[in-house]
């Protein structure tokens, strides 16, 4: 048996980029206890569609590589949304997207802008790039401030990412709102538009960034496979832009790394999609349910768009988090700034409601752990 040190990455026997070494590894979150409920992933809590289920196990031929196009589900795709097939890229989850991105725009000395508090892969994937984050600190209601975020675009911005609904507080941008994004930075930066919660929306005024590409050559539209189509377990996102920027993302991308499991999955998602998007409208309205509930607790939740809700509890997070796993709750903690609660089954909303509403007057030290 191989042994596996504990010693930190500092302690390696071999020059490391410092900035690699300082970089926390990715933590995924604790899993359930028995009987418990794990909302943590932002996961949709629905069992797998039997007709999807029999299409991965059809696509079975784990001897054999897959097509490293995915050519099949780029086509698919394409056809959907009124592209061709080489303005449609497909990547093991759009985090993979996101990487390849960065990558193929940035590097040492350049700045990649984006929101904060908002996805936790952001400021690793740029580091990893060898480039610098530039990022805005949310508005007070947890959504992008615009006006700042296009204040920070420099000469040294190489991508500028608009995350609606954002991860983790689920707030929108507006369509207004991103209309005065696109028309304020310079028409050679590339913004990416990460909308992995785009199906979750019921505000007729957020962005929807697909009827905007043919708009905007230095726009790209991210959307996934993991949250409402419930394919979160085989890593499947795609990429729509143009031709040109998405052919550098491939060129930065591991080969090979979308099975054809995971294809095989996205196409039955998609001949099911009535299907599923009716388990998505059911969310959004467990998830209003919720929202409305722990504001009329106290709670200070911002509007939710996404199939999860942001409790900021600020100091007292690690302790909340912690009572809230004592009761069987596996939750997301941001500290010292929030937590994130995705919505699951319909079971855990009055367990969860019962715990918040013992917490919500707590003083802000938090209650004992």
């Given at each position: 048996m191989v042994a596996v040190s504990d010693a930190p990455p500092s302690a390696a026997p071999v020059r490391l980029r410092p900035e690699i070494a300082a970089l926390p590894a990715y933590r995924q979150g604790r899993p359930a206890p028995a009987a418990g409920y794990k909302l943590s992933s932002n996961e949709n809590p629905f069992d797998p569609l039997p007709g999807v289920v029999e299409a991965v196990t059809a696509a079975a031929e784990f001897n054999r590589y897959p097509d490293a196009t995915a050519l099949a589900l780029r086509e698919a795709l394409a056809a959907r949304h009124g592209r061709s097939v080489d303005e449609v890229h497909i990547g093991a989850g759009s985090v993979a997207l996101l990487s390849q991105l960065i990558l193929a725009t940035s590097g040492p000395g350049d700045e990649v802008v984006y929101s904060w508090r908002s996805?936790?892969?952001?400021?690793?994937?740029?580091?990893?790039?060898?480039?610098t984050s530039r990022t805005v600190p949310n508005r007070?209601?947890?959504?992008?401030?615009?006006?700042?975020?296009?204040?920070?675009?420099?000469?040294a911005t190489r991508m500028l990412i608009v995350c609606s609904p954002n991860n983790p507080t689920g707030t929108i941008v507006?369509?207004?709102?991103?209309?005065?994004?696109?028309?304020?930075?310079?028409?050679?930066?590339?913004v990416v538009l990460d909308e992995a919660y785009?199906?979750?929306?019921?505000?007729?005024?957020?962005?929807?960034?697909?009827?905007?590409?043919?708009?905007?050559?230095?726009?790209?539209?991210l959307r996934?496979?993991?949250?409402?189509?419930?394919?979160?377990g085989l890593r499947v996102g795609y990429a729509l832009g143009g031709a040109s920027v998405l052919d550098a993302a491939r060129s930065t991308a591991i080969p090979l790394s979308v099975t054809g499991q995971s294809v095989a999955g996205a196409l039955a998602s998609l001949a099911a999609e009535d299907a599923l998007l009716e388990r998505v409208r059911h969310?959004?309205?467990?998830?209003?349910?919720?929202?409305?509930?722990?504001?009329?607790?106290?709670?200070?939740?911002?509007?939710?768009?996404?199939?999860?809700v942001w409790l900021p509890t600020g100091e007292r997070t690690a302790a909340v988090a912690e009572r809230l796993f004592?009761?069987?709750?596996?939750?997301?903690?941001?500290?010292?700034?929030?937590?994130?609660?995705?919505?699951?089954?319909?079971?855990?909303?009055?367990?969860?409601?019962?715990?918040?509403?013992?917490?919500v007057g707590m003083p802000q030290e938090g209650p004992s752990t």
């Open positions: 996805f936790e892969a952001y400021p690793g994937l740029v580091t990893v790039a060898g480039a007070p209601d947890a959504g992008h401030d615009i006006d700042a975020l296009i204040g920070a675009v420099t000469d507006t369509a207004a709102e991103f209309e005065r994004v696109m028309a304020a930075v310079p028409s050679d930066l590339l785009a199906e979750f929306v019921t505000d007729l005024d957020a962005v929807d960034g697909l009827p905007l590409l043919d708009r905007y050559p230095n726009l790209v539209v996934t496979f993991s949250k409402a189509y419930g394919l979160a969310i959004a309205v467990r998830r209003d349910a919720l929202r409305a509930a722990l504001r009329a607790q106290g709670w200070d939740v911002p509007v939710a768009q996404g199939n999860f004592d009761a069987g709750l596996v939750t997301r903690a941001f500290p010292p700034e929030g937590i994130r609660i995705s919505v699951g089954e319909e079971e855990s909303v009055d367990k969860l409601l019962a715990v918040l509403d013992e917490l």
